[in-house]
């Protein structure tokens, strides 16, 4: 049974840091993608990061650019979230997503989802 599993989320303050993670277990992923979205109360599921399992090709959404980086780390199947610079509107559930189509911004394209992570940045 494909499972990925998020932890990390959690409050902090506006300027901060957190590090998500997103532990993958039931099949091999070293052909897809990881892919990191978020989504806020009343929008809709938003593109955060994503990397290939087996290069270390990423790709990032502008608002979140020189601030997130994403890794893995494939003896542990994980990959990582590290959010620095928090802004209260990065509040959101902090998904994981494996695909296939390489570096893909689409939610569609993402065929293996987690149950999310909370992350809430106050002002």
């Known amino acids: 049974q494909v499972q990925l599993e998020e932890s990390g989320g959690g409050l902090v303050q506006a300027g901060g840091s957190l590090r998500l993670s997103c532990a993958a277990s039931?099949?091999?992923?070293?052909?897809?993608?990881m892919g990191w979205f978020r989504q806020a109360p009343g929008k809709e599921r938003e593109f955060v990061s994503a990397i290939h399992w087996s290069s270390p090709s990423t790709n990032y959404a502008d608002s979140v650019k020189g601030r997130f980086t994403v890794s893995r780390d494939n003896a542990k199947n994980t990959v990582y979230l590290q959010m620095n610079s928090l802004k209260p509107e990065d509040t959101a559930v902090y998904y994981c997503a494996a695909g296939l189509v390489l570096l893909s911004r689409r939610r569609n394209e993402y065929a293996y989802w987690g149950q999310g992570t909370q992350v809430t940045v106050s002002s």
């Open positions: 039931g099949r091999t992923f070293s052909g897809h993608t």
